[in-house]
Every structure is written in C-alpha cells, then in structure tokens.
C-alpha cells in the first residue's frame, strides 16, 4: 500500500507542509496588510472547497496570518467545487484560496496537451491565471493531491489489481461510484474511461465524497475515485490504483491571490517574475 501511495504523491501531505506554508503566508500576508493600511479595520477573506484537506489548509493559512500579522482574517471553508471557489475569488468575495495545478488547468485555454511535467504545468497555470483572470499563482505548497482511483484491499489481493489497466477484466461485474467532479471535469471520468477502453455495465453512480469509502467498505460499490491524500485510504485498507497510463496531470497544492493585492508587494512580484524565467 505504501509503495503504491508513494508513487503518486512526492512527498508526505502534510510533514513538510508548515515550513512551506509559513514562507509562502508571510509574503502573501504582507501584502495584504500594504493593501489594507488605510482601513480602519483590516481584514482578508480566505476559502476552501468542501473537503478535509482544504479545509485544513485554509486554517493553517488563517492561523499564520492572525498569528505573524495580527488581521483577521475571515473563514469561508467548505464552499463547495472548484467554480464556486473561482467565481467568490474573482468576484471578491475570497482574497485566497489552495487550489490545485491540475485542476486549474482545466480554466486555461489548452494550446497544446497537458504535460506530465510539474514544473511545466504549474508555469502554464500561472501564466493562464494572470492572463486570463488576472489572479497571482504562489508557489507550490510541496505536495501533490491527484485524482485516487480505489478498491478494496481484499479485492486487489485476489484479483490481484495494481494499475487502473487491470480492472478491464472486472468490468462485468464491476459497480462503480464516482464524485460529481470527476464525472463532469475535462479532466475526469470520459478521458479516462476512453483512454483505459473501461466500458462499465452500468453507468457510475454519483455519490457525496464523505460516502464513497464507506460505501465500499461495506461492498455497495467496487470501485470509488477519491483523493490521494485521503486518509480513509490506508484506515480502511483500501488500496489505491495506479494512473499506469498517466492519465492524469500532475495537481501540486498552490495557494492562489486575487492579484491587485499580490503586486503590491516587492517579494511576491519577484517570485512570479522569478517563475516566468
């Protein structure tokens, strides 16, 4: 299980996250209070999408600007999807939100296929997000969290499943059960399902992203797509599949800024000038 996760993820979610947060927030803080010095009462406004880990994430970011700057800051967690998200920050309802690369690019207009290269990917972001909706990309968190395809540990032991690729020979009696995101993004279930040639007996289910790994557990479904940070994954036993055909692009955690309020900080402008290089 742990080889498995640790090839789709480069490094642990969370033991490397402080240090990083902490120097990304700093510059992200400062500018905000240069933004805000005329109001009587500073504040920013920092959301999430509807699941655990981001959830966490805005809090972290909340905590360290409270902490090192003293603004308050605003907590909108559990909004929703990646639209929701975009649309509260481009109309000023957030200041920042942790979004992940490669879902962003699903926003950017594509010029050529998705590159498999982090690096790659994450500079076509950020040039897309300043163009296109005038929003700062910082620098990546240090942690990845893609698209988890997964079974239960029982099943893959016996039928002897590793890769997406070995679940063909399941299908026919194969019930699978997917989050509304994965079936509708361009980066989700019609790409993938035509890459792998899956042709499942039965159209997927959509189920709420709280339900799914019970579900399986308790055998109502064979097949979930989750997150790869999960932690219910390695609780439960559940083993999470490979993406053996590399399918999915990398999704490196990167928080994103409204970006009037991001120039006004000398470090921030370099960082993005740097990247651009």
């Not at 789709?8 to 990304?24: E, K, N, W």
């Not at 481009?90 to 010029?111: I, M």
Request: with cysteine; proline share 7%.
């Amino acid at each position: 299980m742990n080889s498995v996760l640790n090839s789709r993820m480069r490094r642990p979610p969370f033991s490397s996250l402080p240090p990083r947060l902490g120097v990304i927030s700093l510059l992200i803080f400062s500018c905000f209070l240069s933004a805000c010095r005329k109001d009587s009462d500073p504040h920013l406004t920092i959301g999430s999408k509807f699941f655990t880990e981001q959830i966490i994430l805005a809090e972290l970011l909340a905590q360290h600007i409270e902490a090192r700057t003293g603004v308050h800051v605003e907590r909108k967690s559990n909004l929703g999807g990646t639209l929701l998200c975009q649309k509260a920050l481009l109309s000023g309802d957030l200041d920042l939100y942790v979004e992940y690369t490669g879902t962003a690019l699903t926003a950017v207009p594509p010029t050529n296929p998705p590159g498999r290269d982090p690096r790659e990917v994450y500079n076509r972001v950020k040039q897309g997000y300043a163009q296109r909706f005038n929003l700062e990309v910082t620098e990546p968190l240090g942690f990845e969290n893609t698209f988890a395809l997964v079974v239960r540990g029982q099943d893959a032991q016996q039928l002897q499943l590793r890769n997406t690729s070995d679940i063909v020979r399941t299908l026919p009696r194969c019930a699978p059960v997917f989050g509304y995101e994965f079936l509708e993004r361009p980066d989700g279930f019609k790409g993938w399902s035509q890459l792998y040639g899956l042709h499942f007996a039965a159209s997927p289910s959509v189920m709420d992203l709280g339900l799914i790994y019970r579900a399986l557990v308790d055998k109502k479904v064979d097949i979930v797509a989750g997150n790869s940070t999960d932690g219910l994954i390695a609780a439960l036993h559940l083993v999470l599949l490979v993406d053996d055909k590399h399918y999915f692009p990398p999704y490196d955690a990167v928080p994103i800024v409204r970006r009037g309020r991001a120039r006004q900080v000398p470090a921030v402008a370099f960082r993005a000038r740097r990247s651009r290089q």
